[in-house]
């Protein structure tokens, strides 16, 4: 079983930044990695995605150009760095992962809070 350990979640005011971090205890089977979040009374929405074994990465409309994903394969950890934060980024943030695209949600983290509020 995969384990993943997030960590970087906080309170911040509209336009702050903020670095979520992600850490898998198997990359062998963290192929693709990702994050998704949760907002009360919306749906789950995935925000960023990450091949590990190359780099290539993919955003959500909502975030693109504001928020990076990027890989430490040494630390075995992805992480979300969040720019230019807006009230509507509020949610709780899980990393995902699983060893392809098809099965990049097999394993969850439990999840860390981001609240944007001035």
């Known amino acids: 079983q995969v384990q993943l350990v997030e960590s970087g979640g906080g309170s911040v005011q509209p336009g702050g930044s903020l670095r979520l971090s992600c850490t898998t205890s198997d990359m062998s089977k963290s192929h693709f990695m990702a994050w998704f979040r949760q907002a009360p009374g919306k749906e789950h929405e995935g925000v960023a995605f990450i091949y590990t074994g190359g780099s290539s990465t993919y955003y959500a409309d909502s975030v693109k150009g504001r928020f990076t994903i990027s890989q430490d394969n040494v630390k075995n950890t992805v992480y979300l760095q969040m720019n230019n934060l807006k009230p509507e980024d509020t949610a709780m943030y899980y990393c995902?992962?699983?060893?392809?695209?098809?099965?990049?949600?097999?394993?969850w983290g439990s999840g860390t809070q981001v609240t944007v509020s001035s």
């Open positions: 995902a992962a699983g060893p392809d695209v098809g099965s990049c949600t097999n394993y």
